[in-house]
């Protein structure tokens, strides 16, 4: 199910959560802050005590994370290494990121859970469909970590896939230092547009850079609602409150 502006714009008015399960797609970059590279401990508790209010408010949260801060594959490749090779040890990266994230929500006193599409049974559960929706209704936030598993997809892909196998309302993409989604490139082009609101076609047609085109193409087919806002203070809590920031994708 995807809740319509109306609905809200209801739930913003009345104070009651606009959504009751979220899927939180975060970049690996937004866990490094200024740092050139690795994970920043201060923006990591910030991060985690937002999504831990949230998650007090009676909001499901899922969350998969990226690994841009540590490795990207497609550099990798681009230097000589195995397309496939580069994109697993991605994977193992994402996991770095997800106990980050873990340990930093636990200090926050939410309860969490690791699950990994990879086998790494030391330190997360592997991925199970119904081990995870169970995990949510215990009100625990569940962290998905090393994409969907297979080589040659982003993690974008696995955020909707991961969304839509456990009936999230809506992906929130939290990006790092725009404010959503632009008609070009922001950092590059000054006279760069903001564009409020999208449909998934357009985005794909338009060669946007929201999330990759098989991401785009999971949540046009089945109508999935993506928020795309930037990763500052307060905005997780207002996106999920109902109030309308930064660009939403939506087919009607």
Same mark, same amino acid.
Request: with cysteine; charged share 25%; net charge negative.
């Given at each position: ?14 104070? !009651?959560?606009?959504?009751? +399960? ?6 690996? &970059?937004?866990? /490094? ?16 005590? &937002?999504?831990?209010?949230? +998650? ?34 991605? /994977? ?67 955020? !909707? ?81 109902? &109030? &309308? ?8």
């Amino acid at each position: 199910m995807t809740v319509q502006p109306e609905e809200a714009v209801s739930s913003a008015a009345s104070g !009651a959560p606009a959504f009751r +399960r979220v899927l939180l797609k975060l970049s690996g &970059e937004a866990l /490094m802050g200024s740092r050139d590279h690795g994970i920043d401990a201060a923006v990591t508790r910030s991060l985690a005590n &937002e999504i831990a209010a949230v +998650r007090a408010e009676g909001v499901d949260v899922a969350i998969v994370v990226g690994a841009g801060n540590f490795y990207r594959g497609l550099a990798a490749a681009a230097e000589g290494m195995d397309r496939a090779t580069a994109d697993y040890a991605g /994977m193992l990266a994402t996991l770095l990121n997800a106990l980050a994230l873990q340990d930093a929500l636990e200090k926050d006193g939410a309860a969490t859970r690791v699950l990994s599409a990879i086998t790494v049974s030391e330190v997360a559960e592997p991925y199970i469909r119904r081990r995870a929706i169970r995990h949510l209704e215990k009100g625990r936030v569940v962290i998905f970590a090393a994409g969907t598993g297979n080589p040659y997809f982003t993690t974008d892909t696995a955020a !909707a896939l991961r969304a839509l196998e456990i009936g999230a309302d809506a992906i929130l993409m939290a990006k790092h230092g725009v404010q959503g989604v632009y008609d070009s490139d922001p950092r590059t082009d000054p006279n760069a547009t903001f564009l409020p609101r999208l449909t998934h076609l357009e985005a794909i047609e338009r060669g946007l850079k929201v999330m990759d085109t098989t991401a785009l193409s999971l949540c046009m087919d089945n109508r999935l609602t993506i928020h795309v806002f930037e990763l500052a203070e307060g905005n997780v809590s207002r996106v999920v409150a109902g &109030e &309308e920031v930064g660009t939403i994708i939506r087919t009607d």
